[in-house]
């Protein structure tokens, strides 16, 4: 079992920067997933990024060179830094967490953090 709790959304001036965080309860954190993925109003979810327990990992096209996660295990925590923010950034962003050993795949989410860009 794994709960999400959001935080660090909020109104950013275009080519602004926010960071979003993300804490997860849960004792098998070493061998969790984590990532971040958003929504748009009238669009598909769609992944932003994720990083593996050993710290990999992978962006979207879109947010490539703009933003960074990270995550701090001690915490349980991850991060989702986010830079030179432009209005196609806003969206509903979600945490996303999964057991790397469980087969099939269960996701977790929580329960969404609004990120909004505009002048």
């Known amino acids: 079992q794994v709960t999400l709790v959001e935080s660090g959304g909020g109104l950013v001036q275009p080519g602004g920067s926010l960071r979003l965080s993300c804490a997860a309860s849960?004792?098998?954190?070493?061998?969790?997933?984590m990532g971040w993925y958003r929504q748009a109003p009238g669009r598909l979810r769609e992944e932003v990024a994720i990083v593996t327990p050993g710290s990999s990992t992978r962006y979207s096209d879109s947010v490539k060179g703009r933003f960074t996660i990270s995550r701090d295990n001690s915490k349980s925590t991850v991060y989702l830094q986010m830079n030179s923010l432009q209005p196609d950034d806003t969206a509903v962003y979600y945490c996303?967490?999964?057991?790397?050993?469980?087969?099939?795949?269960?996701?977790?989410w929580g329960q969404g953090t609004q990120v909004t860009v505009s002048s």
């Open positions: 996303n967490a999964y057991d790397m050993r469980a087969a099939p795949r269960y996701d977790y």
């Open positions: 849960t004792s098998i954190f070493g061998f969790i997933v």
